[in-house]
């Protein structure tokens, strides 16, 4: 997306919509592709910097984010009918590529420390414990409008596994070992 920097979502999707957990795998891409040479370090670095500095100001539901951002203003552009509000998986995606790059950009300089510190607070406002619902799984989707009408529980040996992982290893609001097993 060229205002955010966000990984757009399809040709089929909305104008301006920015994938989330599409942006997580982009954002993995960067590192690697800034490790191997194929990008100059500090420019990933700088385009990492600036969708972390967007996402800084979208909307987010108890921390997690939506399926869809808009890519310039980061307001939720619903993926379905009850589907406006936090994804959490689409948001492990995004995070699991956060801590990537949070680890991956280790110099201490001034940019790459500030990089740290700014993923670090976008992976600390995720509200795992709060997509529990109070039992012992965690839950896909929430709304402010809908609430938990979804009703979608994260189980199985797939791609939303890593939500309960990183749910798991989280430095605030972790869910309990009970939930994780």
């Not at 998986?89 to 201490?108: D, P, S």
């Not at 797939?158 to 994780?180: C, K, Q």
Request: aromatic share 10%; net charge negative.
């Amino acid at each position: 997306d060229p205002v955010s920097g966000m990984a757009p979502d399809r040709t089929t999707s909305p104008p301006a919509a920015a994938t989330v957990g599409g942006t997580g795998f982009a954002v993995m891409a960067m590192v690697v592709a800034a490790e191997r040479g194929f990008v100059n370090r500090r420019a990933a670095a700088e385009r990492i910097a600036r969708i972390v500095d967007h996402l800084e100001r979208c909307e987010r539901y108890h921390g997690v984010f939506p399926h869809w951002l808009d890519g310039r203003t980061g307001r939720t552009i619903p993926f379905g009918p009850l589907d406006d509000g936090g994804d959490l998986v689409e948001t492990a995606l995004l995070v699991q590529g956060m801590i990537c790059a949070r680890e991956y950009f280790a110099a201490e300089t001034e940019a790459e420390r500030a990089l740290r510190a700014d993923i670090q607070g976008l992976v600390d406002a995720v509200d795992w414990n709060w997509y529990t619902r109070d039992s012992l799984t965690l839950y896909w989707h929430w709304s402010k409008t809908h609430g938990w009408k979804m009703n979608i529980p994260i189980a199985g040996w797939n791609e939303a596994l890593v939500a309960y992982v990183l749910a798991a290893g989280a430095r605030r609001e972790p869910i309990t070992r009970d939930v994780f097993y």
